[in-house]
Protein backbone atom coordinates (compact mmCIF):
# COMPACT_ATOMS: atom_id res chain seq x y z
CA UNK A 1 0.00 0.00 0.00
CA UNK A 2 2.80 2.31 0.86
CA UNK A 3 4.77 1.82 -2.11
CA UNK A 4 1.42 2.09 -4.52
CA UNK A 5 0.71 5.76 -2.61
CA UNK A 6 4.37 6.21 -3.02
CA UNK A 7 3.79 5.44 -7.21
CA UNK A 8 1.04 7.78 -6.85
CA UNK A 9 2.90 10.64 -5.26
CA UNK A 10 6.19 10.27 -8.00
CA UNK A 11 3.32 9.63 -10.69
CA UNK A 12 1.43 12.99 -9.90
CA UNK A 13 5.21 15.38 -9.35
CA UNK A 14 6.46 13.68 -12.24
CA UNK A 15 3.18 14.90 -14.36
CA UNK A 16 2.84 18.29 -12.42
CA UNK A 17 6.80 18.85 -13.49
CA UNK A 18 5.70 17.69 -17.13
CA UNK A 19 2.98 20.19 -17.53
CA UNK A 20 5.18 23.07 -15.95
CA UNK A 21 7.96 22.18 -18.84
CA UNK A 22 5.09 22.00 -21.28
CA UNK A 23 4.13 25.59 -20.10
CA UNK A 24 7.39 27.37 -20.01
CA UNK A 25 8.07 25.74 -23.09
CA UNK A 26 4.83 27.24 -24.68
CA UNK A 27 5.41 30.95 -22.82
CA UNK A 28 9.26 30.91 -24.53
CA UNK A 29 7.76 29.80 -27.92
CA UNK A 30 4.82 32.48 -27.70
CA UNK A 31 7.32 35.62 -26.90
CA UNK A 32 9.34 34.60 -29.57
CA UNK A 33 5.90 33.51 -31.68
CA UNK A 34 3.49 36.80 -31.26
CA UNK A 35 6.07 39.33 -33.26
CA UNK A 36 6.05 37.18 -36.37
CA UNK A 37 3.18 37.23 -39.12
CA UNK A 38 3.62 33.34 -39.52
CA UNK A 39 2.17 32.94 -35.96
CA UNK A 40 -0.75 35.03 -37.27
CA UNK A 41 -1.05 33.09 -39.83
CA UNK A 42 -1.13 29.91 -38.51
CA UNK A 43 -3.63 31.38 -35.73
CA UNK A 44 -6.26 32.63 -38.22
CA UNK A 45 -7.77 29.62 -39.71
CA UNK A 46 -8.18 28.53 -36.00
CA UNK A 47 -10.18 31.51 -34.70
CA UNK A 48 -12.24 30.56 -37.46
CA UNK A 49 -12.48 27.15 -35.78
CA UNK A 50 -12.69 27.86 -32.17
CA UNK A 51 -15.48 30.92 -33.02
CA UNK A 52 -17.54 29.34 -35.51
CA UNK A 53 -17.60 25.89 -33.43
CA UNK A 54 -18.36 27.64 -30.04
CA UNK A 55 -20.00 30.89 -30.92
CA UNK A 56 -23.79 29.10 -31.95
CA UNK A 57 -23.78 26.72 -28.45
CA UNK A 58 -22.82 30.35 -26.46
CA UNK A 59 -25.38 32.51 -27.81
CA UNK A 60 -28.14 29.55 -27.16
CA UNK A 61 -26.77 28.93 -23.51
CA UNK A 62 -26.67 32.59 -22.84
CA UNK A 63 -30.34 32.76 -24.22
CA UNK A 64 -31.82 30.48 -21.66
CA UNK A 65 -29.50 30.86 -18.29
CA UNK A 66 -30.73 34.81 -19.06
CA UNK A 67 -34.38 33.72 -19.43
CA UNK A 68 -34.64 31.40 -16.54
CA UNK A 69 -32.59 33.85 -14.06
CA UNK A 70 -34.71 36.49 -14.69
CA UNK A 71 -38.03 34.17 -14.81
CA UNK A 72 -36.63 32.88 -11.12
CA UNK A 73 -35.53 36.13 -9.33
CA UNK A 74 -38.86 38.10 -10.85
CA UNK A 75 -41.13 36.71 -7.79
CA UNK A 76 -38.85 37.51 -4.86
CA UNK A 77 -37.74 41.06 -6.39
CA UNK A 78 -41.29 41.51 -6.87
CA UNK A 79 -42.09 40.47 -3.22
CA UNK A 80 -39.56 43.10 -2.18
CA UNK A 81 -40.49 45.81 -4.40
CA UNK A 82 -37.16 45.63 -6.27
CA UNK A 83 -38.31 44.59 -9.39
CA UNK A 84 -37.30 46.97 -11.62
CA UNK A 85 -33.67 46.38 -10.42
CA UNK A 86 -34.15 43.17 -11.90
CA UNK A 87 -31.57 43.88 -14.53
CA UNK A 88 -28.46 44.92 -12.31
CA UNK A 89 -28.84 41.49 -10.52
CA UNK A 90 -28.89 39.68 -14.39
CA UNK A 91 -26.02 41.92 -15.26
CA UNK A 92 -23.70 41.23 -12.17
CA UNK A 93 -24.57 38.00 -12.77
CA UNK A 94 -23.73 37.36 -16.45
CA UNK A 95 -20.94 39.98 -16.38
CA UNK A 96 -18.92 38.61 -13.55
CA UNK A 97 -19.73 35.19 -13.05
CA UNK A 98 -22.05 33.28 -15.61
CA UNK A 99 -20.70 34.70 -18.59
CA UNK A 100 -17.22 33.56 -18.31
CA UNK A 101 -18.30 30.33 -16.78
CA UNK A 102 -20.75 29.42 -19.59
CA UNK A 103 -17.80 30.70 -22.18
CA UNK A 104 -15.38 28.65 -20.71
CA UNK A 105 -17.29 25.70 -20.25
CA UNK A 106 -18.68 25.72 -23.73
CA UNK A 107 -15.41 26.37 -25.09
CA UNK A 108 -13.80 23.35 -22.94
CA UNK A 109 -16.83 21.32 -24.19
CA UNK A 110 -16.67 21.98 -27.92
CA UNK A 111 -13.12 23.26 -28.79
CA UNK A 112 -10.89 21.63 -26.05
CA UNK A 113 -12.24 18.22 -27.04
CA UNK A 114 -11.71 18.89 -30.04
CA UNK A 115 -8.29 20.08 -29.91
CA UNK A 116 -7.58 17.38 -27.78
CA UNK A 117 -8.54 14.86 -30.41
CA UNK A 118 -6.74 16.66 -33.05
CA UNK A 119 -3.72 16.54 -31.37
CA UNK A 120 -3.57 13.39 -30.19
CA UNK A 121 -4.39 11.36 -33.39
CA UNK A 122 -1.58 13.49 -34.75
CA UNK A 123 0.77 12.00 -31.77
CA UNK A 124 -0.91 8.71 -32.58
CA UNK A 125 -0.07 8.77 -36.00
CA UNK A 126 3.61 10.34 -35.71
CA UNK A 127 2.67 13.91 -37.22
CA UNK A 128 4.28 15.60 -33.80
CA UNK A 129 7.44 13.16 -34.25
CA UNK A 130 7.50 14.02 -38.25
CA UNK A 131 7.23 17.68 -36.87
CA UNK A 132 10.08 17.40 -34.34
CA UNK A 133 12.50 15.21 -37.03
CA UNK A 134 12.07 18.05 -39.81
CA UNK A 135 13.26 20.78 -37.08
CA UNK A 136 9.86 22.61 -36.78
CA UNK A 137 8.98 22.44 -32.50
CA UNK A 138 5.77 21.08 -31.96
CA UNK A 139 5.01 23.14 -29.20
CA UNK A 140 5.46 26.63 -31.86
CA UNK A 141 3.79 25.11 -34.73
CA UNK A 142 0.58 23.51 -33.02
CA UNK A 143 0.14 24.78 -29.60
CA UNK A 144 1.34 28.82 -29.42
CA UNK A 145 -1.65 29.22 -32.68
CA UNK A 146 -4.24 26.83 -30.44
CA UNK A 147 -3.37 28.83 -27.41
CA UNK A 148 -3.52 32.11 -28.68
CA UNK A 149 -7.03 31.15 -30.34
CA UNK A 150 -8.75 30.39 -27.35
CA UNK A 151 -7.05 32.97 -25.14
CA UNK A 152 -8.26 35.71 -27.20
CA UNK A 153 -11.16 34.44 -28.30
CA UNK A 154 -12.63 33.46 -24.77
CA UNK A 155 -13.31 37.05 -24.19
CA UNK A 156 -15.12 37.60 -27.27
CA UNK A 157 -17.54 34.85 -26.88
CA UNK A 158 -17.87 35.71 -23.07
CA UNK A 159 -19.14 39.48 -24.59
CA UNK A 160 -21.82 37.52 -26.61
CA UNK A 161 -22.75 35.39 -23.64
CA UNK A 162 -23.28 38.28 -21.78
CA UNK A 163 -25.28 39.97 -24.27
CA UNK A 164 -27.43 37.49 -25.14
CA UNK A 165 -28.08 36.50 -21.55
CA UNK A 166 -29.03 40.04 -21.11
CA UNK A 167 -31.50 40.51 -24.11
CA UNK A 168 -33.25 37.52 -22.55
CA UNK A 169 -33.35 38.92 -19.23
CA UNK A 170 -35.09 41.97 -20.88
CA UNK A 171 -37.17 40.13 -22.63
CA UNK A 172 -38.61 38.37 -19.49
CA UNK A 173 -38.70 41.74 -17.61
CA UNK A 174 -39.75 44.31 -20.13
CA UNK A 175 -42.21 42.30 -22.34
CA UNK A 176 -43.43 39.59 -20.06
CA UNK A 177 -44.06 41.16 -16.89
CA UNK A 178 -44.19 44.32 -17.30
CA UNK A 179 -41.16 46.00 -16.21
CA UNK A 180 -41.03 49.90 -17.95
CA UNK A 181 -37.61 49.15 -19.98
CA UNK A 182 -36.07 53.18 -19.03
CA UNK A 183 -35.82 51.84 -14.94
CA UNK A 184 -34.28 48.53 -16.20
CA UNK A 185 -31.66 50.18 -18.47
CA UNK A 186 -31.09 52.68 -15.84
CA UNK A 187 -30.57 50.67 -12.67
CA UNK A 188 -27.77 48.43 -15.20
CA UNK A 189 -26.07 51.66 -16.21
CA UNK A 190 -26.35 52.77 -12.61
CA UNK A 191 -25.26 49.41 -11.07
CA UNK A 192 -22.54 48.20 -13.92
CA UNK A 193 -19.12 49.07 -13.54
CA UNK A 194 -15.84 49.13 -15.52
CA UNK A 195 -14.73 47.08 -12.54
CA UNK A 196 -17.36 44.32 -13.45
CA UNK A 197 -16.70 44.04 -16.68
CA UNK A 198 -12.82 43.74 -16.27
CA UNK A 199 -13.35 41.24 -14.11
CA UNK A 200 -15.50 38.93 -16.22
CA UNK A 201 -12.85 40.01 -19.28
CA UNK A 202 -9.53 38.75 -16.50
CA UNK A 203 -11.31 35.36 -15.66
CA UNK A 204 -12.53 34.56 -19.29
CA UNK A 205 -8.71 35.40 -20.39
CA UNK A 206 -7.59 33.23 -17.50
CA UNK A 207 -10.10 30.34 -18.49
CA UNK A 208 -9.28 30.72 -22.06
CA UNK A 209 -5.54 30.32 -21.52
CA UNK A 210 -6.21 27.00 -19.08
CA UNK A 211 -8.72 25.29 -21.74
CA UNK A 212 -5.91 25.61 -24.44
CA UNK A 213 -3.15 24.62 -22.01
CA UNK A 214 -5.03 21.71 -20.52
CA UNK A 215 -6.24 20.71 -24.02
CA UNK A 216 -3.29 20.86 -25.83
CA UNK A 217 -1.41 18.90 -23.00
CA UNK A 218 -3.47 16.12 -23.54
CA UNK A 219 -3.40 15.71 -26.66
CA UNK A 220 0.41 15.57 -26.30
CA UNK A 221 0.84 13.41 -24.03
CA UNK A 222 -2.11 10.64 -24.93
CA UNK A 223 -1.47 6.98 -24.74
CA UNK A 224 -1.64 5.24 -28.92
CA UNK A 225 -4.35 3.96 -29.62
CA UNK A 226 -8.18 5.31 -30.31
CA UNK A 227 -9.30 4.23 -26.23
CA UNK A 228 -5.52 6.73 -25.36
CA UNK A 229 -7.08 9.72 -27.47
CA UNK A 230 -10.57 9.12 -26.09
CA UNK A 231 -10.24 9.06 -22.76
CA UNK A 232 -7.32 11.87 -23.34
CA UNK A 233 -10.57 13.91 -24.64
CA UNK A 234 -12.29 12.92 -21.65
CA UNK A 235 -9.94 14.06 -19.11
CA UNK A 236 -9.05 17.11 -21.00
CA UNK A 237 -12.35 18.57 -20.60
CA UNK A 238 -13.38 17.55 -17.28
CA UNK A 239 -10.18 18.86 -15.96
CA UNK A 240 -10.91 22.09 -17.42
CA UNK A 241 -14.48 22.18 -15.96
CA UNK A 242 -12.88 21.60 -12.45
CA UNK A 243 -10.48 24.11 -13.62
CA UNK A 244 -12.52 26.91 -14.23
CA UNK A 245 -14.85 26.31 -11.48
CA UNK A 246 -12.14 25.84 -9.26
CA UNK A 247 -9.92 29.48 -10.44
CA UNK A 248 -13.77 31.15 -10.74
CA UNK A 249 -14.07 31.01 -7.09
CA UNK A 250 -10.12 31.89 -5.89
CA UNK A 251 -10.30 34.77 -8.57
CA UNK A 252 -13.69 35.66 -7.16
CA UNK A 253 -12.89 36.05 -3.68
CA UNK A 254 -9.22 37.49 -4.64
CA UNK A 255 -10.73 39.88 -6.53
CA UNK A 256 -13.84 40.99 -4.75
CA UNK A 257 -11.18 41.32 -1.54
CA UNK A 258 -9.21 43.68 -3.91
CA UNK A 259 -12.31 46.06 -4.73
CA UNK A 260 -13.51 46.05 -1.16
CA UNK A 261 -9.80 46.81 0.04
CA UNK A 262 -9.94 49.86 -2.88
CA UNK A 263 -13.12 51.34 -3.09
CA UNK A 264 -15.54 49.75 -0.18
CA UNK A 265 -18.21 47.57 -0.07
CA UNK A 266 -20.38 48.25 -3.45
CA UNK A 267 -24.74 47.91 -2.23
CA UNK A 268 -26.63 46.74 -5.36
CA UNK A 269 -29.84 48.21 -3.60
CA UNK B 1 26.80 -10.89 -28.88
CA UNK B 2 28.10 -9.25 -32.21
CA UNK B 3 28.92 -5.49 -31.42
CA UNK B 4 28.13 -3.67 -34.97
CA UNK B 5 30.88 -1.05 -34.03
CA UNK B 6 33.76 -3.89 -34.18
CA UNK B 7 33.82 -3.28 -37.44
CA UNK B 8 34.33 0.57 -37.03
CA UNK B 9 36.85 2.84 -38.99
CA UNK B 10 37.54 -0.11 -41.83
CA UNK B 11 35.11 1.91 -44.08
CA UNK B 12 34.32 5.06 -44.98
CA UNK B 13 33.44 8.50 -42.52
CA UNK B 14 31.20 7.86 -39.69
CA UNK B 15 28.03 9.30 -40.00
CA UNK B 16 26.46 8.36 -37.00
CA UNK B 17 27.88 6.43 -33.69
CA UNK B 18 25.64 5.03 -31.07
CA UNK B 19 28.19 3.91 -28.21
CA UNK B 20 27.18 2.04 -25.08
CA UNK B 21 23.12 3.18 -25.57
CA UNK B 22 20.80 1.78 -23.16
CA UNK B 23 16.81 2.66 -22.83
CA UNK B 24 13.75 0.83 -20.80
CA UNK B 25 10.71 1.77 -20.81
CA UNK B 26 9.64 0.94 -17.16
CA UNK B 27 10.61 -2.46 -16.20
CA UNK B 28 10.86 -3.23 -20.52
CA UNK B 29 14.63 -3.17 -21.20
CA UNK B 30 14.65 -2.26 -24.93
CA UNK B 31 18.33 -1.49 -25.45
CA UNK B 32 20.89 -2.60 -23.74
CA UNK B 33 24.63 -1.54 -24.52
CA UNK B 34 24.28 -1.15 -28.19
CA UNK B 35 26.85 0.54 -30.30
CA UNK B 36 26.52 1.33 -33.98
CA UNK B 37 28.71 2.73 -36.48
CA UNK B 38 27.08 4.03 -39.42
CA UNK B 39 29.13 4.75 -42.78
CA UNK B 40 28.66 7.33 -45.12
CA UNK B 41 26.91 5.89 -48.40
CA UNK B 42 25.85 2.94 -46.90
CA UNK B 43 22.68 1.15 -46.35
CA UNK B 44 21.79 -0.61 -43.49
CA UNK B 45 19.20 -2.48 -42.63
CA UNK B 46 18.19 -3.34 -39.10
CA UNK B 47 15.71 -6.82 -38.25
CA UNK B 48 14.58 -8.19 -35.67
CA UNK B 49 11.67 -9.66 -34.25
CA UNK B 50 8.54 -7.38 -33.22
CA UNK B 51 9.61 -5.27 -30.60
CA UNK B 52 13.05 -5.95 -30.40
CA UNK B 53 13.68 -2.38 -30.14
CA UNK B 54 14.25 -1.53 -34.12
CA UNK B 55 12.21 1.44 -34.20
CA UNK B 56 13.36 3.12 -30.82
CA UNK B 57 16.64 2.43 -32.26
CA UNK B 58 16.23 4.47 -35.19
CA UNK B 59 14.10 7.48 -32.79
CA UNK B 60 17.57 7.08 -30.83
CA UNK B 61 19.49 8.48 -34.01
CA UNK B 62 17.13 11.07 -34.49
CA UNK B 63 16.99 11.93 -31.07
CA UNK B 64 13.51 11.52 -30.76
CA UNK B 65 14.24 9.62 -27.72
CA UNK B 66 17.60 10.22 -25.10
CA UNK B 67 19.20 7.28 -24.55
CA UNK B 68 19.32 6.07 -20.43
CA UNK B 69 23.52 5.85 -20.82
CA UNK B 70 25.31 6.27 -23.35
CA UNK B 71 26.19 8.72 -26.31
CA UNK B 72 24.62 9.28 -29.68
CA UNK B 73 27.45 11.09 -32.42
CA UNK B 74 26.08 12.61 -35.71
CA UNK B 75 29.57 13.16 -36.97
CA UNK B 76 31.80 13.98 -34.24
CA UNK B 77 29.15 16.23 -32.44
CA UNK B 78 27.48 14.31 -29.71
CA UNK B 79 23.42 14.95 -29.88
CA UNK B 80 21.77 13.13 -26.85
CA UNK B 81 22.12 15.43 -24.88
CA UNK B 82 21.43 18.66 -27.14
CA UNK B 83 18.02 20.10 -26.43
CA UNK B 84 15.43 20.82 -28.92
CA UNK B 85 16.55 24.14 -30.05
CA UNK B 86 20.17 23.03 -30.35
CA UNK B 87 19.07 20.36 -32.75
CA UNK B 88 16.97 22.29 -35.17
CA UNK B 89 19.87 23.44 -37.24
CA UNK B 90 20.93 19.54 -37.40
CA UNK B 91 17.63 17.74 -38.09
CA UNK B 92 17.26 18.89 -41.86
CA UNK B 93 20.06 16.82 -42.64
CA UNK B 94 17.77 13.74 -41.43
CA UNK B 95 15.39 12.40 -43.55
CA UNK B 96 12.78 9.99 -41.50
CA UNK B 97 9.76 7.90 -43.14
CA UNK B 98 7.70 6.52 -40.36
CA UNK B 99 5.84 3.50 -40.78
CA UNK B 100 2.48 5.21 -41.02
CA UNK B 101 3.79 8.16 -43.44
CA UNK B 102 2.68 10.85 -40.93
CA UNK B 103 1.62 13.23 -43.73
CA UNK B 104 -0.02 15.75 -42.02
CA UNK B 105 -3.85 15.65 -42.54
CA UNK B 106 -4.68 19.31 -42.54
CA UNK B 107 -2.19 19.96 -45.26
CA UNK B 108 -2.01 19.18 -48.92
CA UNK B 109 0.24 16.59 -50.87
CA UNK B 110 2.42 19.53 -52.00
CA UNK B 111 2.11 21.85 -48.56
CA UNK B 112 3.17 18.65 -46.77
CA UNK B 113 6.75 17.99 -49.52
CA UNK B 114 7.00 22.08 -49.53
CA UNK B 115 6.90 22.51 -45.50
CA UNK B 116 10.81 21.43 -44.39
CA UNK B 117 12.00 23.66 -47.61
CA UNK B 118 9.33 27.04 -46.06
CA UNK B 119 10.39 26.38 -42.87
CA UNK B 120 14.32 25.61 -43.26
CA UNK B 121 14.71 28.34 -46.22
CA UNK B 122 13.96 32.03 -47.29
CA UNK B 123 13.04 30.62 -50.90
CA UNK B 124 9.81 32.44 -52.34
CA UNK B 125 6.90 30.50 -53.00
CA UNK B 126 7.52 29.65 -56.47
CA UNK B 127 10.95 28.19 -55.54
CA UNK B 128 9.95 25.91 -52.96
CA UNK B 129 6.96 24.64 -55.71
CA UNK B 130 9.79 24.13 -57.67
CA UNK B 131 10.81 21.89 -55.44
CA UNK B 132 8.35 20.17 -54.45
CA UNK B 133 7.44 19.21 -57.94
CA UNK B 134 10.61 17.80 -58.51
CA UNK B 135 10.90 15.52 -55.20
CA UNK B 136 6.98 13.95 -56.10
CA UNK B 137 8.73 13.77 -59.96
CA UNK B 138 11.75 11.69 -58.17
CA UNK B 139 9.01 9.40 -56.22
CA UNK B 140 6.96 8.72 -59.35
CA UNK B 141 3.77 11.38 -58.26
CA UNK B 142 4.43 14.56 -59.56
CA UNK B 143 1.16 16.16 -60.77
CA UNK B 144 -0.43 15.34 -57.33
CA UNK B 145 -0.07 18.75 -55.13
CA UNK B 146 -2.75 19.61 -54.76
CA UNK B 147 -4.63 16.26 -53.21
CA UNK B 148 -5.28 15.30 -49.35
CA UNK B 149 -3.25 12.70 -47.85
CA UNK B 150 -6.86 11.06 -47.30
CA UNK B 151 -7.27 10.58 -50.82
CA UNK B 152 -4.04 8.84 -51.11
CA UNK B 153 -3.62 5.06 -51.07
CA UNK B 154 -0.90 3.16 -48.91
CA UNK B 155 1.49 2.85 -51.51
CA UNK B 156 1.47 7.03 -52.65
CA UNK B 157 1.46 7.80 -48.66
CA UNK B 158 4.71 6.33 -48.67
CA UNK B 159 6.15 7.86 -51.80
CA UNK B 160 4.65 10.96 -50.83
CA UNK B 161 6.23 11.08 -47.29
CA UNK B 162 9.81 9.78 -48.47
CA UNK B 163 9.57 12.73 -51.27
CA UNK B 164 9.11 14.89 -48.15
CA UNK B 165 11.94 13.05 -46.45
CA UNK B 166 13.93 13.79 -49.25
CA UNK B 167 13.19 17.69 -49.82
CA UNK B 168 15.76 19.12 -47.91
CA UNK B 169 18.54 16.63 -49.64
CA UNK B 170 19.50 15.03 -46.41
CA UNK B 171 22.54 13.37 -46.01
CA UNK B 172 20.96 10.25 -44.07
CA UNK B 173 17.89 9.06 -44.44
CA UNK B 174 15.93 6.75 -42.13
CA UNK B 175 13.19 4.16 -42.93
CA UNK B 176 10.83 2.85 -40.15
CA UNK B 177 9.35 -0.52 -41.84
CA UNK B 178 9.04 1.37 -45.33
CA UNK B 179 7.21 -1.85 -46.85
CA UNK B 180 4.91 -2.89 -43.91
CA UNK B 181 1.01 -3.01 -45.15
CA UNK B 182 1.75 -2.63 -48.85
CA UNK B 183 1.56 -5.28 -51.23
CA UNK B 184 4.26 -6.94 -52.83
CA UNK B 185 4.71 -5.01 -56.36
CA UNK B 186 4.35 -1.46 -54.29
CA UNK B 187 6.74 -2.79 -51.57
CA UNK B 188 9.13 -3.12 -54.16
CA UNK B 189 8.80 0.18 -55.86
CA UNK B 190 9.65 1.52 -52.33
CA UNK B 191 12.83 -0.94 -52.40
CA UNK B 192 13.47 0.07 -55.88
CA UNK B 193 13.12 3.94 -54.62
CA UNK B 194 15.50 3.33 -51.98
CA UNK B 195 17.60 2.38 -54.12
CA UNK B 196 17.83 5.22 -56.13
CA UNK B 197 17.49 7.47 -54.14
CA UNK B 198 20.96 5.99 -52.58
CA UNK B 199 22.31 5.79 -56.62
CA UNK B 200 21.02 9.34 -57.15
CA UNK B 201 21.85 11.23 -53.61
CA UNK B 202 24.42 8.89 -52.49
CA UNK B 203 22.53 9.23 -48.95
CA UNK B 204 23.18 6.69 -46.08
CA UNK B 205 20.57 4.94 -45.02
CA UNK B 206 19.10 2.76 -42.38
CA UNK B 207 15.99 0.89 -42.92
CA UNK B 208 14.18 -0.98 -40.31
CA UNK B 209 12.35 -4.00 -41.52
CA UNK B 210 10.52 -7.54 -40.99
CA UNK B 211 10.99 -8.11 -45.15
CA UNK B 212 13.57 -9.98 -45.81
CA UNK B 213 13.15 -9.96 -49.66
CA UNK B 214 13.73 -5.97 -49.14
CA UNK B 215 16.45 -6.17 -46.51
CA UNK B 216 18.71 -8.71 -49.21
CA UNK B 217 17.55 -6.59 -51.98
CA UNK B 218 18.30 -2.98 -50.23
CA UNK B 219 20.96 -3.78 -47.59
CA UNK B 220 24.59 -3.14 -48.11
CA UNK B 221 25.04 -4.43 -44.51
CA UNK B 222 22.69 -6.19 -42.30
CA UNK B 223 22.51 -6.56 -38.52
CA UNK B 224 19.77 -8.10 -36.53
CA UNK B 225 18.87 -7.08 -33.01
CA UNK B 226 17.75 -9.65 -30.37
CA UNK B 227 17.09 -8.79 -26.96
CA UNK B 228 18.53 -5.57 -26.56
CA UNK B 229 21.76 -6.41 -28.64
CA UNK B 230 22.82 -6.96 -31.97
CA UNK B 231 23.32 -10.62 -32.81
CA UNK B 232 24.57 -10.46 -36.18
CA UNK B 233 26.41 -8.08 -38.08
CA UNK B 234 27.21 -8.94 -41.85
CA UNK B 235 26.88 -8.67 -45.69
CA UNK B 236 23.01 -9.93 -47.25
CA UNK B 237 25.48 -12.90 -48.40
CA UNK B 238 26.85 -13.93 -45.58
CA UNK B 239 23.14 -13.38 -43.29
CA UNK B 240 22.17 -16.28 -45.57
CA UNK B 241 25.01 -18.17 -44.45
CA UNK B 242 25.03 -17.59 -40.57
CA UNK B 243 23.94 -20.93 -38.14
CA UNK B 244 22.94 -18.77 -35.20
CA UNK B 245 19.26 -20.20 -35.02
CA UNK B 246 17.82 -17.25 -33.95
CA UNK B 247 19.18 -15.46 -37.24
CA UNK B 248 18.16 -18.32 -39.16
CA UNK B 249 14.94 -19.24 -37.90
CA UNK B 250 13.94 -15.20 -38.44
CA UNK B 251 15.60 -15.21 -42.25
CA UNK B 252 13.61 -18.31 -42.91
CA UNK B 253 10.59 -16.85 -41.28
CA UNK B 254 10.02 -20.04 -39.26
CA UNK B 255 8.94 -20.31 -35.95
CA UNK B 256 11.71 -21.31 -33.48
CA UNK B 257 11.79 -24.36 -32.12
CA UNK B 258 11.08 -23.59 -28.34
CA UNK B 259 8.09 -21.42 -29.21
CA UNK B 260 6.67 -24.17 -31.92
CA UNK B 261 6.64 -26.83 -28.42
CA UNK B 262 4.59 -24.72 -26.57
CA UNK B 263 2.22 -23.91 -29.10
CA UNK B 264 1.69 -27.86 -29.32
CA UNK B 265 1.95 -28.30 -25.35
CA UNK B 266 -1.13 -25.53 -25.13
CA UNK B 267 -2.81 -27.09 -27.95
CA UNK B 268 -2.75 -30.78 -26.42
CA UNK B 269 -3.66 -29.28 -23.07
Redo the contacts between chains.
Sequence with gaps: MISALGGRTIASVSAMGQLSLFVWQMLRWLVVGVPQWRTWRRTMPLFYEVGNRTLPVILVTGTFVGLVLAVQSYDQLRAAGFEQRMGVLLSITLVQELGPVLAGVMLAGRVGGALTAELG??RV???I??L??????PIRQLVVPRFLACLLLAPLLTFFCDVAGSLAGWFVAVRLKGIPSGPYWYYIRDAIETWDVGVGFAKSLVFGAAIAIIACYKGFTCRTGAEGVGQACTESFVISFIVILMTDFFLGTFLSGLYRGIYGFKSLV | MVSAGSRAGSGNEAVVRLVDVHKRFDELVVLSGVDLMLRAGETTVVIGESGSGKSVLL?HI?R?LRPDRGEVYFHDQRIDNLT??A??????R?G?L???S????SMTVGQNVG??VA??TRLSRKQVDEIVARKLAMVGLDGIQSKWPAELSGGQKKRVALARAIALEPELILYDEPTTGLDPPRADVINELILKLKRELSVTSVVVTHDMSSALKVGDRIIMLYQGKFIFDGTPESIMRCDNPLVRSFVEGRCSEELLQALHEKGEA
Design positions: TMTEQAAQVMGAD | KVLERLVPIRPFFFQLALFDFPEH
